[in-house]
């Protein structure tokens, strides 16, 4: 069985960076067969993909044009993890971030309220 | 990019009546290697992350109870509950895996009238 746990802090203050993790068991961050995301949710943008990392002959990852300039996803295969990393934040990232494999999204982390706020 | 609309936005629905979500995509998401639509749908309820119920457009995930089916091809879509249950009220989302970058409908609510 899949598992994903997120770890990571709550609040991030205006300006700084957004730093989140999330851990995998039953499966392989390395996995070809597969691609590790990152999703956020708010009122106001709903359902909102971010990025995702995934592995083939080489490691790739791709980014939502909304955060290109902000983002890195990676994986650490020696921890079987993947993170999540949005610099320069502001209230407008407010949001429940979750972690997901796959394409059609069968398993999730548990979500993450992220505040943004001095 | 492509984008996901749903209709209605909210329904109320009597206990073991049916309930229909359409999805209507911006351009046909039929990924031709497998002649499968690359649809999802999930139920959300509050305070939990989506779940998936459907994949394929019409490919029920395991453990997901028979009453919750979908259908469709090419832009437009649909997801029946057949019978409603209590437990069904929740927030219905579909979202498409044809492409980069993911995209999800903004969501259907359910309840129970």
């Known amino acids: 069985q899949v598992q994903l746990q997120q770890s990571g802090p709550g609040l991030v203050k205006p300006s700084q960076t957004l730093s989140l993790t999330c851990a995998i068991s039953g499966d392989s961050v390395s996995s070809n067969t597969t691609t590790w995301n990152w999703i956020r949710q708010s009122p106001s943008r709903g359902l909102e993909w971010l990025g995702r990392?995934?592995?083939?002959?080489?490691?790739?990852?791709d980014y939502a044009v909304s955060v290109k300039s902000r983002i890195t996803i990676n994986a650490d295969t020696s921890a079987n993890q993947f993170s999540l990393q949005l610099n320069t934040v502001t209230p407008e990232d407010t949001a429940v971030y979750y972690c997901a494999r796959g394409w059609a999204l069968k398993y999730w982390g548990q979500g993450t309220l992220v505040t943004v706020s001095s | 990019d492509i984008v996901m609309t749903q209709s209605p936005d909210s329904l109320a629905v009597s206990l073991g009546e049916r309930a229909t979500i359409n999805c209507k995509s911006s351009q046909t998401i039929l990924y031709s290697s497998n002649n499968k639509d690359s649809l999802a749908w999930y139920q959300q309820k509050s305070g939990q992350p989506p779940k998936l119920l459907i994949s394929?457009?019409?490919t029920r995930d395991s453990g997901v109870p028979d009453r919750f089916s979908g259908s469709g091809s090419g832009t437009d879509f649909t997801l029946t509950i057949s019978s409603l249950q209590a437990e069904d009220v929740a927030v219905y989302y579909c979202q498409q895996y044809y492409n980069s970058p993911l995209t999800f409908g903004p969501g259907t609510k359910v309840d129970i009238k």
């Open positions: 990392t995934y592995q083939r002959s080489r490691w790739f990852n």
């Open positions: 394929g457009a019409s």
